[in-house]
């Protein structure tokens, strides 16, 4: 059965496993459908450059549908990106990839039976992908039991590579710990000495909460309060909820994404809460795709984010302004204003080409030398260019968590300004990890 998300316009384009349909093939000959084989699985483009060359296949998880639908449109343009630069280069190991997108709807329990699909009846390679933190962690433990490698694209609760860390999951970017090291410094000395923080109450805002309220007070800082906001919660309630903020402070800090970030932006200026307090927060409460709902209402907003689609110092390199053009053309195809990437796209990009490493050194096949590709990934270096136009960033070994550069910016004008550059080996935080014996 097709899922909805593929007959949407912004689909049309774009490739995934199966999409020649059922009918199609149930109208072909029995001996014409087993002489095409595998290569009906492979991009048109590539068939004649890859011929039956059996293909690396991709489990990728997103929510395609539900409370967080445009965020995984966007984080699978990133994986759809790297795979379309990956098979153009002859693919990997002379073998092409292919996606079999699942679609969880953002809901947890069908997270976990899409995992479960894509690594028993679809029998994926790997699995790629996330989003939603709560869905990363129900599905964590599909993939251990099925001893296939999740390189996560998005979930940055904490917990992912700390108590509740995988020899099998990979998290090829920063997470909470690791921005609020790099980021509280700043809040306190060049924004507010007293932090009210607002968090959405779900795995990932409750972490990011506590790794904030410990960095502040250990910058100098003081919290003087914080607000959960449901993942979800209607307009109505978010008012009602930031109605009832009080207190002495001088400083809001929102962890905050999506439909939710704008919901609770739009309230709190509504309100005048902005009037007595600077604004800051996680970077994804003013991603580009947000820009242009938000208006003047996010100007002057101060946040931290791995990634911003700025093309001035040291994010002018040729290899990032590549992965900016060609984002941006695919990103239209979603949301027809064309807005620039984001860190989801940036993220799953990056993913891809962390597997695309992994197995050239591995030699991985399958799933039965997945050892060998959690041993060819641990403690990788990789450095700037057209893979990673992000920065250069490290893998550690000891609990599979990356870091890297941070960006702290504001907005102005509504448009993204670079103000500092946090170095990737200022974010390091001791490791948290024990993986489970295998």
């Known amino acids: 059965m097709a899922e909805r998300w593929q007959d949407e316009a912004w689909a049309k384009d774009m490739w995934w496993s199966g999409k020649t349909t059922r009918r199609r093939l149930l109208g072909l000959s029995a001996t014409a459908a087993g002489a095409l084989g595998?290569?009906?699985?492979?991009?048109?483009?590539?068939?004649?450059?890859?011929?039956?060359?059996?293909?690396?296949?991709?489990?990728?998880l997103q929510p395609l549908t539900g409370t967080a639908a445009a965020g995984g449109k966007t984080a699978l343009v990133g994986t759809q990106l790297a795979t379309d630069r990956i098979n153009r280069s002859g693919g990997i190991n002379g073998r092409p990839v292919e996606l079999v997108v699942a679609d969880y709807e953002s809901k947890p329990d069908v997270g976990r039976r899409k995992a479960e699909k894509l690594l028993v009846e679809d029998k994926v390679?790997?699995?790629?992908?996330?989003?939603?933190?709560?869905?990363?962690?129900?599905?964590?433990?599909?993939?251990?039991?099925?001893?296939?490698?999740?390189?996560i694209g998005v979930c940055l609760?904490?917990?992912?590579?700390?108590?509740?860390?995988?020899?099998?999951?990979?998290?090829?970017?920063?997470?909470?710990?690791?921005?609020?090291?790099?980021?509280?410094?700043?809040?306190?000395?060049?924004?507010?000495?007293?932090?009210?923080?607002?968090?959405?109450?779900?795995a990932w805002g409750q972490t990011t909460r506590d790794a904030y309220v410990e960095q502040i007070k250990k910058a100098g800082g003081e919290i003087v309060g914080t607000t959960g906001i449901l993942l979800g919660a209607p307009a109505d309630t978010v008012t009602s909820s930031v109605s009832n903020i009080r207190g002495n402070f001088d400083g809001v800090f929102a962890i905050m994404f999506g439909a939710n970030a704008v919901t609770f932006t739009n309230a709190a200026y509504e309100l005048g809460l902005f009037k007595k307090a600077k604004y800051a927060g996680d970077g994804a409460v003013a991603e580009s795709t947000h820009l242009a709902t938000l208006g003047q209402k996010i100007e002057g907003f101060t946040g931290v984010n791995r990634y911003i689609p700025v093309l001035?110092?040291?994010?002018?390199?040729?290899a990032h302004k590549k992965f900016f053009d060609e984002a941006r053309v695919k990103l239209k195809q979603i949301d027809p204003s064309g807005p620039d990437p984001d860190r989801y796209v940036q993220s799953n990009f990056e993913a891809m080409n962390f597997l695309k490493l992994g197995i050239q050194k591995s030699g991985f096949r399958d799933r039965e030398d997945s050892m060998k590709l959690i041993e060819a990934l641990e403690g990788?270096?990789?450095?700037?260019?057209?893979?990673?136009?992000?920065?250069?960033?490290?893998?550690?070994?000891?609990?599979?968590q990356a870091f890297l550069r941070q960006f702290i910016f504001d907005i102005h004008n509504n448009k993204h300004r670079l103000l500092e550059v946090v170095a990737k080996d200022k974010t390091v935080v001791p490791p948290a990890c024990t993986f489970a014996k295998a």
């Open 312 to 318: 001035t110092k040291p994010l002018d390199t040729p």
């Open 38 to 60: 595998a290569s009906m699985l492979v991009p048109a483009p590539w068939r004649a450059a890859f011929g039956q060359a059996k293909p690396f296949k991709i489990g990728v």
């Open 157 to 202: 609760d904490t917990t992912i590579t700390t108590s509740k860390c995988s020899r099998y999951v990979f998290r090829p970017f920063d997470y909470a710990p690791s921005q609020a090291v790099a980021f509280a410094p700043y809040l306190v000395n060049k924004l507010a000495k007293k932090w009210h923080i607002v968090f959405l109450d779900y």
């Open 125 to 151: 390679d790997i699995g790629e992908g996330g989003y939603l933190s709560n869905v990363c962690l129900a599905c964590m433990p599909v993939f251990e039991e099925h001893k296939t490698i999740w390189m």
């Open 380 to 400: 990788m270096e990789v450095k700037e260019g057209d893979d990673f136009p992000q920065g250069d960033k490290t893998l550690r070994k000891e609990d599979h």
